[in-house]
């Protein structure tokens, strides 16, 4: 059952974060809100990182390993196309702050309170 779920999950979010990514690069602009692309990319480059350093590459390694790309392709659109420079900085002091909390938490064993803040 966690299969089916983790399967569904991961090709339903897969669908919306590419044709975010195929839209923002079509259109010169972006299609995720600025704070929820720093949590996601945060959140998946420690749990892909944690998946790695535990040697633990099942299906979901391979599903969160696909967000974390489609999710900097996201940023990527953000970076090109958003003319604000003071959103640029402050969406690399986001990014640095939700790693910083998800690392908190992870070493903490609390996951679920960084899952909270998503």
């Not at 720093?38 to 420690?46: D, G, K, R, T």
Request: proline share 1%; with cysteine.
């Amino acid at each position: 059952m966690n299969f089916v779920l983790d399967a569904t999950n991961g090709i339903c979010w897969s669908i919306v974060y590419a044709t975010a990514n195929i839209l923002g690069f079509r259109h010169r602009t972006w299609y995720i809100p600025q704070l929820a692309i720093c949590q996601n990319l945060s959140w998946e480059f420690l749990i892909v990182i944690s998946r790695f350093q535990s040697g633990s590459f099942g299906f979901a390694f391979f599903i969160q390993f696909v967000w974390l790309l489609l999710d900097v392709g996201i940023l990527i659109t953000w970076i090109l196309y958003d003319k604000c420079t003071k959103k640029k900085k402050k969406t690399v002091l986001l990014l640095l702050v939700f790693t910083a909390l998800y690392t908190l938490a992870y070493k903490a064993d609390k996951w679920e309170f960084a899952a909270f803040l998503i």
